[in-house]
């Protein structure tokens, strides 16, 4: 058998703005967050839906959404979004934009940082002096600076033009919007519904998305079924869904919804996509089994409590440090037998549930939760109380007495041990002792 090179150029490319898992081989793709990634062992899987149930009082879960969308369009992924509550294209437009230098990832201001030198100071003169050298406790994961690329830029033999590779989690500043030209040259499409669909009665608009993604994925080249020619770069594509399931979808039937999950998961298993959908799950806390069939049908599942409006966290101190509790319900599992973050997460690592969530001036962070200080994290010092003098005169008193009862049994043993009952040893008390 003759010895045959390997034509780089024929070898299949990875979508820009991916990467490989170091634990299963899975395509990832970002999430927009840094924790949130880390959650679910360093990205979300191609292929998968990961599902957001929504809180009753806040919108931190569309938060999460527009972080899916922007990172996408940082990518250069195609970025789809469909709503029936809002308008998408208003909520493309609000999407925040990258951070252009490092004093924008710094979300605190001068007086935080005054109190966090003052605090720092405050340690270090408490603290053991063997310890002042140890690495402090972290609860959450710091965004990291963007990764030199490694890989090789992308020719485009049609055009017989460069691209360069787009980064995979970008750090992003809630202060910032996208810019209006950036936008008009993403690839991004807008799911929308036309007049005559709504007009009628019996329409289903869970059918009518789904034909509408399954169209995105065929005309796009999306499909992992379909070979293409060797050496062609695959984009992947991103699916927003917002506030699904909610009154403002209409369907035929109520298990119209549960086609809809089935059919998505199927289609985007074989394909280059991936799917964020929000649910208002507090809206069917009556409807029993009705979010539990849904969590079957998709393969990640994370809940947003917030303590606004909650009459039991308000006058908590928890609540100074964080806004809610982030719960893990569901963690995608392909080619594994278990979700990669047991062993890559730093946030979640072992199966541990303990995270909360805190929105900062310019960004969204998940954390481990943890309970401050009983008292509050002033050390208060308090002197021992005073001791009157009734008690002292009433302490020697109850001396006194003590040691005369204790002079008179002396006095009693003096004089010899007593018989008591059939005891006859002598030097026996105890009438039960022989």
């Avoid at 992992?224 to 020619?229: D, G, L, N």
Wanted: hydrophobic share 35%.
């Amino acid at each position: 058998m003759s010895f045959k090179k390997r034509n780089a150029d024929q070898q299949p490319k990875l979508p820009s703005g991916s990467r490989l898992s170091a634990y299963n081989g899975q395509l990832l793709v970002s999430t927009g967050v840094p924790s949130l990634d880390d959650i679910l062992g360093g990205g979300q899987p191609v292929g998968t839906i990961m599902l957001i149930k929504e809180d009753r009082a806040t919108t931190y879960a569309q938060l999460l959404l527009k972080y899916f969308m922007a990172q996408g369009i940082s990518s250069g992924h195609h970025c789809a979004i469909a709503s029936r509550d809002e308008d998408p294209e208003e909520m493309l437009k609000t999407l925040m934009w990258l951070s252009t230098s490092d004093r924008d990832n710094d979300d605190e201001d001068e007086s935080d940082k005054a109190k966090n030198a003052l605090d720092a100071d405050n340690d270090r003169m408490k603290i053991a002096w063997r310890y002042s050298h140890l690495k402090r406790f972290e609860t959450g994961v710091k965004p990291k600076q963007p990764s030199p690329i490694l890989s090789t830029p992308i020719v485009h033999k049609e055009t017989n033009t460069t691209e360069e590779p787009k980064p995979y989690c970008s750090q992003f500043d809630l202060t910032k919007r996208i810019p209006a030209d950036i936008l008009e040259k993403a690839s991004t499409e807008i799911v929308r519904w036309t007049h005559e669909s709504d007009e009628k009665d019996d329409h289903d608009d869970y059918a009518i998305l789904l034909d509408k993604i399954r169209q995105i994925v065929v005309d796009g080249q999306f499909s992992s079924t379909k070979p293409v020619a060797p050496g062609t770069v695959r984009n992947a594509l991103r699916v927003g869904i917002h506030s699904l399931a909610s009154p403002s979808w209409q369907s035929e039937s109520p298990n119209n919804i549960y086609q809809f999950f089935h059919a998505l998961r199927g289609l985007l298993r074989f394909s280059f996509g991936t799917a964020l959908v929000t649910v208002p799950a507090y809206l069917y806390d009556e409807v029993p089994n009705f979010m539990k069939r849904i969590e079957h049908m998709v393969d990640a599942v994370i809940e947003i409590e917030s303590f606004a409006g909650d009459p039991i966290h308000n006058e908590a101190a928890y609540t100074q440090n964080y806004h809610g509790f982030f719960h893990v319900h569901k963690l995608p599992v392909l080619n594994s037998l278990l979700p990669p973050s047991t062993k890559l997460s730093v946030l979640s690592a072992g199966g541990s549930n303990d995270l909360g969530f805190k929105l900062r001036r310019k960004r969204f962070a998940i954390e481990t939760f943890h309970l401050p200080p009983e008292g509050g994290v002033v050390t208060r010092r308090t002197e021992p109380p005073a001791v009157s003098e009734p008690t002292v005169k009433s302490s020697k008193k109850e001396t006194s007495s003590s040691s005369s009862q204790l002079g008179l049994a002396s006095l009693a043993n003096r004089n010899g041990p007593k018989k008591i009952g059939c005891g006859s040893t002598p030097g026996k008390i105890d009438p039960l002792e022989f």
